[in-house]
């Protein structure tokens, strides 16, 4: 069995890992990828090859996991590699993406003759923490559970492509809008100076660290939040919520706490240390 990863960053790589060590060959390509790929995928054991191409004629299977807001253009891509290369291999599409987008981007793989299989991620990396759930969906979506995972929980939804993606979209709203509230709290509490006290009242609904670590991510959640909001608008639910959190994240996106890397970033900061480095 060969896998594709694309997008080999802080989950791609991490998943790559963990086929890896099920038994799986997983390739990857690092053209158009930053140094800190290059050292995520080295650290996966992913064997790196030259081009997408190469990738595409390669595997059997094709992992995406990007930014949400390139997940159109990464199928793009894909679409066209296959069709140079006359491959077709299964595409998994595993960005927290909204159901409309999963449709778009269903329907750029369809006109080369590639399937898709939709997939949402719960959960951190299996090379952070195992346990990491996988939502799949679409009639193929039983090929890319029964892929050789390790440390990974893939679980099957009935039904057409669209359902994992709307699993996500739902946790995820509660999940990173509830840290984009605490985060946004915190910023207040401080510039108030009643950063203590705020925190003591909040207890356990408060944690510093799980704003550090969305810091972190907040460039990428932007994105995320406004596949959130497409999502409700079709629901036929407001979108303002989720568009004011993207402005949220935008904002966290700016300040010093967001230039660690995911991997990197330390969920033991003091709190009066996250808030400072939250500052503009």
């Known amino acids: ?23 799986a060959r997983v390739v990857t390509t690092l053209q158009g990828r930053s140094a800190r790929s290059r050292r995520l995928a080295e650290a996966g054991g992913l064997e790196v090859l030259d081009t997408l191409d190469e990738v595409c004629a390669t ?33 998994a599409d595993l960005n927290a ?7 778009g981007i269903e329907a750029v793989l369809a006109r080369v003759g590639l399937d898709l299989v939709d997939g949402a991620i719960s959960g951190p990396p299996p090379s952070a923490r195992p346990g990491a759930r996988v939502y799949l969906s679409g009639p ?35 999940y990173k809008g509830t840290t984009a509230i605490v985060a946004q709290a915190m910023r207040a509490a401080d ?12 207890g356990d609904e408060g944690d510093p660290g799980a704003v550090a670590a969305a810091a972190a991510k907040a460039a990428r959640f932007v994105q995320e939040m406004r596949e959130i909001a497409s999502a409700q608008r ?7 919520l989720f568009e004011a959190f993207a402005d ?6 700016a300040t010093d706490l967001a230039g660690s890397d995911p991997e990197n970033t330390r969920r033991d900061l003091p709190a009066s240390e996250v808030a400072r480095r939250l500052r503009k």
Do not use: N
């Open 59 to 91: 595997a059997e299977v094709i992992l995406v996991v990007t930014p949400p807001g390139a997940a159109t253009s990464a199928a793009e891509q894909i679409a066209k590699a296959a069709d140079r290369t006359k491959s077709r291999p299964l595409v």
């Open 248 to 253: 949220v994240y935008e904002d966290i996106a």
């Open 97 to 103: 993406i909204a159901p409309t987008t999963v449709a």
């Open 191 to 202: 510039h108030f100076d009643v950063l203590d006290v705020v925190l003591e009242d909040l």
């Open 140 to 174: 193929r979506a039983a090929e890319v559970a029964d892929l050789p995972w390790r440390d990974v929980r893939p679980i099957v939804l009935p039904g057409p492509t669209g359902r994992a993606s709307a699993v996500k979209m739902c946790t995820a709203s509660v």
């Open 234 to 240: 079709a629901a036929g639910l407001t979108p303002a």
């Open 1 to 23: 069995m060969v896998i594709g990863i694309v997008g080999p960053g802080f989950m791609g790589a991490g998943l790559g890992g963990a086929l890896r060590a099920g038994g």
